[in-house]
């Protein structure tokens, strides 16, 4: 059986540096940190006071009061972002067969909000349990793609992937494969997190993952620098439009990508901390380029997984060396993390946009914060540091990896029809 190619056809994103896809670009390319101090809660017991927060939304330009009071904000903002990508796609809702029309949506921890108050109203009451009718279905992780199937009316397949971190990056390769074998001819995919909360925040501080620079928040994701000291926790949505190429040829759409290729690997070693030696990484990366048809010395961009933990960043460049030998000297690797944080589940899929918008625009966004060398890691690896690179990019990898060891890497080629 030939596989159908898979082209991207619409992007949206409401992310720490910019609600949408011309803003979160114009963050990306000018190096803009999305790390700020918290304003959701009083973070005086907090060891972490600071995360990269979304800036200046209102739910109500979006939705109407009591449509907002059944959303969690992840959710609201995978119904924005999707939003955008399907406008940007240029589809005509009234034209399209729904039953052929899907959404694989990504989130890793899904409505964490809601379900921290809800219980610590519980807490708080008098142990009769008075719970919100909306408690169940704003903060299952599912509810996203439920919502816009809804909203739309796409009738396709229709779930969540949940696999941390890597959760996004896992929605569109089941998007890209359901769409190559003939199951639909568009898909709405992406994911989206909203987990910068008292619960989030505690939780991840009581791991030690989070970087503790209160005084410094702009600059404390630090990919790659020797000072890192843990990630910064951030929150959006990315979706993209994935459809099949002949059927985007035959409504004339615009196409910003061929989407060539998936891989997934375990590393089967610890729950949070990655292999030290890549392991999983490493296979994970051949496994994507395998599905790609593509070989190692066909790659001009990685856009790391990068999150600025002191074994994460080690154990991922250490892969890469190992799969793209001396050719690792000619990538241009970076980490947006350094600006959006990390959006945990919907990582993947912002992070997707950025390689597939540094392709149209021959331009890969910097890794910035990066001030001191660190010795562990190879000083001819050109990781795109503090500023932009402009280069001709025909192939470019994302990597996602998340706790519980789940790796995912997709690839993308400019498109040639």
Same mark, same amino acid.
């Given at each position: 059986?030939?596989?159908?190619?898979?082209?991207?056809?619409?992007?949206?994103?409401?992310? %720490?540096?910019?609600?949408?896809?011309?803003?979160?670009?114009?963050?990306?390319?000018?190096?803009?940190? $999305?790390?700020?101090?918290?304003?959701?809660?009083?973070?005086?017991?907090?060891?972490?006071?600071?995360?990269?927060?979304?800036?200046?939304?209102?739910?109500?330009?979006?939705?109407?009061?009591?449509?907002?009071?059944?959303?969690?904000?992840?959710?609201?903002?995978?119904?924005?972002?999707?939003?955008?990508?399907?406008?940007?796609?240029?589809?005509?809702?009234?034209?399209?067969?729904?039953?052929?029309?899907?959404?694989?949506?990504?989130?890793?921890? $899904?409505?964490?909000?809601?379900?921290?108050?809800?219980?610590?109203?519980?807490?708080?009451?008098?142990?009769? %349990?008075?719970?919100?009718?909306?408690?169940?279905?704003?903060?299952?992780?599912?509810?996203?793609?439920?919502?816009?199937?809804?909203?739309?009316?796409?009738? $396709? %397949?229709?779930?969540?992937?949940?696999?941390?971190?890597?959760?996004?990056?896992?929605?569109?390769?089941?998007?890209?494969?359901?769409?190559?074998?003939?199951?639909?001819?568009?898909?709405?995919?992406? $994911?989206?997190?909203?987990?910068?909360?008292?619960?989030?925040?505690?939780?991840?501080?009581?791991?030690?993952?989070?970087?503790?620079?209160?005084?410094? !928040?702009?600059?404390?994701?630090?990919?790659?620098?020797?000072?890192?000291?843990?990630?910064?926790?951030?929150?959006?949505?990315?979706?993209?439009?994935?459809?099949?190429?002949?059927?985007?040829?035959?409504?004339?759409?615009?196409?910003?990508?061929?989407?060539?290729?998936?891989?997934?690997? @375990?590393?089967?070693?610890?729950?949070?901390?990655?292999?030290?030696?890549?392991?999983?990484?490493?296979?994970?990366?051949?496994?994507?380029?395998?599905?790609?048809?593509?070989?190692?010395?066909?790659?001009?961009?990685?856009?790391?997984?990068?999150?600025?933990?002191?074994?994460?960043?080690?154990?991922?460049?250490?892969?890469?060396?190992?799969?793209?030998?001396?050719?690792?000297?000619?990538?241009?690797?970076?980490?947006?993390? @350094?600006?959006?944080?990390?959006?945990?589940?919907?990582?993947?899929?912002?992070?997707?946009?950025?390689?597939?918008?540094?392709?149209?625009?021959?331009?890969? !966004? !910097?890794?910035?914060?990066?001030?001191?060398?660190?010795?562990?890691?190879? !000083?001819?690896?050109?990781?795109?540091?503090?500023?932009?690179?402009?280069?001709?990019?025909?192939?470019?990898?994302?990597?996602?990896?998340?706790?519980?060891?789940?790796?995912?890497?997709?690839?993308?080629?400019?498109?040639?029809?």
């Amino acid at each position: 059986m030939e596989l159908k190619r898979v082209v991207v056809t619409g992007l949206g994103a409401l992310t %720490p540096i910019g609600n949408n896809i011309s803003e979160y670009w114009d963050g990306l390319k000018n190096g803009i940190s $999305g790390c700020a101090p918290i304003t959701y809660f009083d973070t005086e017991k907090f060891k972490t006071k600071f995360a990269c927060e979304v800036k200046n939304y209102d739910p109500l330009e979006h939705f109407d009061r009591k449509q907002a009071r059944k959303l969690d904000r992840f959710a609201q903002y995978a119904l924005v972002s999707s939003d955008e990508a399907i406008e940007d796609a240029n589809i005509d809702l009234d034209r399209i067969d729904k039953f052929r029309v899907g959404v694989i949506w990504g989130a890793g921890i $899904g409505g964490l909000e809601t379900f921290q108050n809800e219980v610590i109203n519980f807490a708080e009451g008098d142990g009769t %349990p008075r719970f919100n009718p909306f408690f169940i279905p704003k903060m299952i992780a599912d509810i996203a793609p439920g919502n816009i199937s809804i909203k739309h009316g796409f009738m $396709g %397949p229709n779930y969540t992937t949940v696999s941390a971190c890597a959760s996004s990056a896992n929605a569109m390769i089941d998007a890209l494969n359901y769409i190559r074998l003939g199951h639909c001819d568009i898909i709405v995919s992406g $994911g989206s997190e909203a987990a910068v909360t008292q619960a989030g925040m505690g939780g991840f501080n009581a791991m030690h993952a989070l970087s503790t620079r209160n005084d410094t !928040p702009k600059t404390a994701s630090r990919p790659f620098d020797m000072t890192r000291d843990g990630f910064v926790l951030g929150e959006g949505a990315g979706a993209l439009i994935l459809e099949e190429y002949e059927y985007a040829k035959n409504r004339g759409a615009k196409i910003y990508a061929e989407i060539v290729g998936g891989g997934m690997s @375990s590393d089967a070693y610890h729950m949070t901390a990655p292999h030290p030696d890549g392991i999983g990484v490493e296979r994970v990366m051949l496994n994507c380029l395998q599905d790609a048809g593509m070989t190692s010395e066909q790659v001009d961009t990685i856009n790391t997984h990068g999150t600025s933990t002191p074994l994460g960043d080690v154990a991922e460049l250490k892969a890469i060396s190992k799969v793209f030998g001396e050719h690792a000297n000619d990538i241009n690797i970076n980490s947006t993390k @350094s600006m959006t944080g990390h959006l945990l589940g919907a990582a993947g899929a912002i992070e997707a946009i950025a390689s597939i918008l540094a392709m149209k625009y021959s331009l890969v !966004p !910097p890794t910035i914060n990066h001030t001191t060398v660190d010795e562990n890691i190879d !000083p001819s690896l050109n990781l795109t540091l503090n500023q932009v690179q402009e280069r001709e990019i025909n192939v470019a990898m994302s990597n996602t990896f998340g706790f519980g060891g789940h790796n995912a890497c997709v690839l993308f080629k400019k498109f040639d029809s």
